[in-house]
Structures are given as C-alpha cells and as structure tokens.
C-alpha cells in the first residue's frame, strides 16, 4: 500500500467532519419575511416565464396555422373548376 | 390517368408561411433579452428587499412624475407603430408619416431620458455612488441602449420604406423590437422608480 492509499481513510473522515454548514443562497434563510419573499417571488418569476413566453408562442403559431389552413382550404374549395 | 398528370397532382403545394424567417428571428431574440431584464428586475428585487433603506441615506430620489410623462410618450409612439403597421397592410406608402412619427417619439423618449441622467449624476447618482445607482444606471441604460438600437432600426425601415425596397418580414421584424422597447418600459419603470 502506498503511503497516499494509507492516508485516505484519514483524508474522507477530515472531509466529513471538517466542513460547516453553508449555505450558497444568502437569502433563503434570512430572518426578514421581505427578503425570503423577494426570492421566493423572484423565482417563481424567473422559472415561469420562460414557459409561458414558449407556451404563449406556441398557441399563437397553432392559431396561426390553423387560420391558414382554413384560409387555404376555402380558397381551394371556392376556387372555380376549368 | 397518365403517369405525368399522376406527378403533376403530386407535386408539393408551396404553401404560405405563417411567420417570416426575419420575424421569428426577432422574435427568439426578444425572448433572450426578455430573459435578460427578467434577471436584472430579479437582482433589484432582491437588493432593494435587503437593504436597509431604499434609496439609500445620500441618494436622490428617482424623478417618478417627469418619467411617467417620458413613459406616455414611449407607449404613445408603441400605439403610433401599430397604426403604422395597419396603414402598411392596405397601402405601404401610407405608412411613412406613422413611421416617422412614432421614431421622434421614441426620440424625444431616448433624449429626456438623457436629460434626467445628467440631472441625477448632478445630483450624486452615479454607477458607483450605491447599489441602487448600480442597478438604475444598468437597467435603465440597459434598456436605453435597446431603445438606440430599435430608432436606428425605425430610421432604417423608413429609408428603405421611402424608396420602395422594404419588405414586410423587414418592417416585421422592426416593429417586433420596438414593441419589445416600449411595453418593457412599464415594468421597469414600476420596478425601479416606484
């Protein structure tokens, strides 16, 4: 066994015990009501609007071809035989 | 039925697209950008609901009513490039004066906003006074620097307007931008002012 390997065990249990608690968000705990509720708004806000910028462009392009389809098929349909 | 008339029904029917190429690209675009001021409001939010004081002790307060008016202006010359944009469908050539009209607005918008600018550095507000002229210069620049782009996109549909070589896709897709500028305005202005 090399001397690394032999040191290992040693090196996990530092890792394990060593280490404090943090936290990367600096406001998800924050003792204020405002400053939780600013992050919580602000992520609600930023995860669903995206989707509803896709969802809302993806029911006015299914409008769109549906208007064209119905346009074109009644002029198709109008259209006089020769 | 003959072979050839069997190819000739075959044939695939050029149908009409719903969105131009010019306009759907516009239209991904202000999306990211959408995303963009998305993130900063988010960031001034969460600022402003830690802070203390807002604005800060020493920092002027943001001129609310001026802005408001400069605001009108903004969403009256969105209202004006609608016009145009209806003018454009039943004669092109008509809709030069709305076109026109609506970029001064959008001017006059970009040039009373450099006004007040002057103003508050005059009065201390400046990119690193605080936090808040931080966010206020970039939000708000950030959107000024939109709306430069988008009257130069407006000067340009009207030049090409004007001698007969703009296309609908072109117009399209200009309009798209500046309606992005001005129904952005209100939220930031809701957000930052207010």
Partial sequence: MTSARRFLPLLAVLMLALPEVLHACPVCFDPRAENRLAFLGTTVFLSLLPLGMVAGAAVWLRRQYRQRDYSEDFTTHSEPEH | ?194
């Fill in chain 2, 1 to 194: 039925m003959t072979p050839m008339a069997l190819s000739e029904r075959l044939e695939p029917v050029a149908r009409r697209p719903v969105l131009a190429s010019g306009v759907l690209g516009m239209l991904l675009f202000v999306f990211t950008e959408v995303m963009m001021f998305a993130g900063m409001i988010s960031a001034h939010t969460i600022a402003k609901a830690g802070a203390p004081e807002w604005p800060p002790f020493g920092q002027p307060r943001l001129p609310e009513r001026i802005t408001l008016v400069n605001t009108a202006v903004l969403l009256l010359s969105g209202a004006v490039l609608f016009w145009a944009g209806r003018t454009w469908k039943r004669k092109p050539a008509d809709a030069a004066p709305p076109l026109l009209l609506a970029l001064f607005l959008g001017a006059f918008f970009v040039l009373a906003q450099g006004r007040e600018w002057v103003a508050l550095l005059g009065e201390g507000l400046t990119l690193t006074s605080s936090t808040y002229g931080a966010y206020f210069y970039l939000i708000v620049g950030g959107h000024a620097l939109h709306a430069l782009a988008a009257i130069m996109g407006l000067a340009w549909a009207w030049r090409r307007l004007w001698t007969g070589a703009l296309t609908p896709a072109q117009f399209g897709a200009t309009r798209v931008f500046w309606y992005f500028v001005v129904l952005v305005w209100p939220v930031l202005y809701l957000t930052v002012y207010l």
